[in-house]
């Protein structure tokens, strides 16, 4: 990314994708928010942008988890199933083992983030690409979820508990001010940590990387455990909104979420990237639904104006790389 | 020693199978396949078949269809393998099922649907079909919401939200279709649809957005109890409405929903005996499994009933 800065001689085709590279999916933003306001006033009502922020703020804390694993070149399909789980089991220790506020917050945490440990382990020690592995946990998980629950959604949560994801400060949402300081963190350690260093060189070149000394397998390990972790943390985030764990709690959604990286501009080759560009990837594929949403359009139009953007942004990808290496 | 082993192995396998046959052919084995057991409301269907199922001694064979027809189909497809006696099943598309149902009709095996029926007019046969009215349940929920809004008003008027399910699945167009019939003959009810696929978290962000975009919202029809549960929780969070004020109404009367009724919260739910249609069923296949007995008839609808707090002890379900 900075290399390509560094460039003195730079056509004109050359400088539009770096521009891109830098506010493009920014510009797309900005301009599908005015169509909204222009279309319809309540869209820059406060109220609604932070309702579409605490709508975002579940997909946007496992997309933050994501980035770091996109990054490295990988992939994860798990991540809806492990809000499931997770979900069930902080509903579970809610309502019908005991109750206890804490011990509900940290198991489903530790056993998200333990799933997540199992899917780096398994596809970097197994060799097996993480594709195969995920899609495997994804369905284990999803069962897991069922057995536990028995086939019933397990309701009703303590007040304590439904402040995380129901909770204000001040004006604020507490999911909001959890998703936000997912946000910084990563950025933090992604720039300004050895860690954050060594996932940019595997996912740009994981030969290099290992020659140099880096413990790629360790990296990919921790990185996969990280987005357990949040997906963890999404769980407890809709499990407290809804009041409820659900079955099929967080079913689709690692689509969601891997759409919001990619929109965001992290390419799926990894080393490319960044978590404040999945902040915008994210909010872009939440105000797209709450628009439409508050324009009473039918969601069948949603999904296909979501595939497409979809789509857009990895071709920009793609002809951004096919340029830099010409 | 190779031979020994040999033999030994073949023996255990001989053996096993004159046992498997032996303790398959003491009773007789149904097979049941619904969309998927994730939803709580075919958890409890198959829950209240296995206990007709264990009343009359019969073996029953459930397996998870992920609310995908294709795995529905293959599901059907190991069932005829497995040889049984009867199958039992809730079809996730009015039409994409028929394959299966083919294959069945084939093998000589019968079907008999429940709740969800087949598209009308497909060339098989069905044994027979016991089911709720989702057409006569929609009808009611819009009737209770103009019963309501006329004690509100003085006459039937305001905003209604309609939360439809999941496009194209069967028991969404019939309870809209029934919803919607009533809703047609009162000018002065503004009604405004939109999807949250029979989920309680896509119930609450779509709730979340009417909340914004409707000045006024003086009732809201959930076409399952999901969506309507997670309505409530938009509801209960907003400063602009009061949920006590908003006429609510759900369907299919689950725990969560009878017991936010209790709680005055929810108004109502629609109630179509799920557990008195899959006995109703089973028991129906059953007699013609063992006894050769076609039912009298080929249909059989089980009338809905609308459960609010005064009537809370006619659901199924309690909590």
Known sequence: ????????????????????????????????????????????????????IRQVSIIGVMAVGMTLVILLGLIDLSVGSIVAFAGIIAAGFQVKWGGNFFLSLIIPLLVAAGIGYFNGYVSTKGGIHPFIVTLGSMSIFRG?????????????????????????????????????????????ILKRTVFGRYIYAIGGNQEAALLSGIMVDRVKILTYTILGTLSGLSALILTSRLNSGELVAGQGYELDV????????????????????????????????????????????????????????????????????? | MKRIGLLFIVAILAFSCMFGTLALAQEYTIGLSFPS????????????????????????????????????????????????????????????????????????????????RLKEGVPVEILAHVGADNYTGGKK????????????????????????????????????????????????????????????????????????????????????????????????????????????????????????IDDGILDATIEQFPGKQAATGFEILYNFVKEGKTPENAVVLIEPAVITKDNLDQAEKSF
């Open chain 1, 1 to 52: 990314m900075d290399a390509l800065t560094e460039d003195k001689n730079q056509g004109l085709v050359e400088r539009f994708f770096i521009f891109w590279d830098k506010i493009g999916i920014l510009l797309v933003f900005i301009v599908v928010c005015v169509v909204f306001g222009i279309l319809n006033p309540v869209f820059f009502n406060p109220l609604n942008i932070i309702n579409v």
């Open chain 2, 141 to 260: 929920a819009a009737e209770f919401i103009v019963a309501e809004l006329s004690k509100k008003f003085g006459d039937p008027k305001g905003t209604v939200i309609e939360l439809y399910g999941t496009p194209g699945a069967g028991p969404a167009i019939d309870r809209s279709s029934g919803f919607q019939d009533v809703m047609k003959q009162y000018p002065n009810i503004t009604v405004k649809t939109q999807t949250a696929n029979f989920r309680r978290d896509d119930g609450m962000q779509v709730m979340e957005d009417f909340i914004m975009s409707s000045p006024e919202i003086d009732a809201v029809f959930g076409a399952n109890d999901e969506m309507i549960l997670g309505a409530l929780e938009a509801l209960q969070a907003s400063a602009k409405f009061n949920v006590q004020e908003v006429i609510t109404i759900g369907f299919d009367a689950l725990t969560d929903a009878l017991k936010s």
């Open chain 1, 258 to 326: 891997i759409a919001s990286v990619v929109i965001g501009g992290t390419s799926m080759m990894g080393g490319e990237g960044g978590v404040y560009g999945t902040l915008i990837g994210a909010l872009l594929i939440g105000v797209i639904s709450n628009g439409l949403n508050l324009l009473g359009v039918q969601p069948y139009w949603q999904m296909m104006v979501k595939g497409t953007i979809i789509i857009l942004a990895v071709l920009m990808d793609r002809m951004k790389r096919r340029f830099r290496t010409v």
């Open chain 1, 144 to 188: 897991a979820t069922l057995l536990i629950a028995q086939g019933k959604p397990i309701s009703g949560m303590s007040p304590a508990f439904r402040f995380i994801g129901a909770g204000m400060i001040g004006p604020i949402p507490f999911p909001v001010i959890l998703f936000l300081g997912c946000v910084i963190v990563f950025g933090i």
């Open chain 2, 37 to 116: 057991l994730s939803f709580a409301w075919f958890a409890f269907l198959e829950q209240a078949v296995k206990d007709k199922a264990s009343q009359l001694g019969v073996n029953v064979v459930s397996l998870e269809a992920n609310d995908e027809v294709s795995k529905q189909i293959s599901i059907i497809e190991d069932m005829i393998i497995k040889k049984v006696n009867g199958v039992l099943l809730v079809p996730i598309e009015v039409e994409a099922v028929v394959p299966g149902v083919e294959a069945l009709n084939k093998a000589a095996i019968p079907v008999v649907t429940v709740d969800r």
